[in-house]
């Protein structure tokens, strides 16, 4: 495996195909790409009971 390489890919596909044992340092995952759902961030109240405000953070769709 090259050092310092960024792939861009699947990371199973690239992990089977390129890794050795104890040679990763670093493996960032996004959440998945087109899931067509809307996130949003969820409050509590001062209590810490679940409250029913919320905002949307993002919404994973392509445009």
Same mark, same amino acid.
């Given at each position: ?15 089977? @195909? ?14 998945? =790409? ?9 409050? @509590? ?12 953070? =993002? ?5």
């Amino acid at each position: 495996m090259d050092t310092n390489v960024l792939y861009y890919s699947d990371n199973l596909e690239i992990l089977r @195909k390129y890794s050795t044992d104890s040679s990763i340092d670093l493996i960032y995952l996004d959440p998945p =790409f087109n899931s067509k759902a809307t996130y949003n961030v969820l409050f @509590k109240e001062p209590t810490g009971e679940p409250s029913q405000a919320q905002i949307t953070a =993002f919404e994973d769709t392509w445009h």
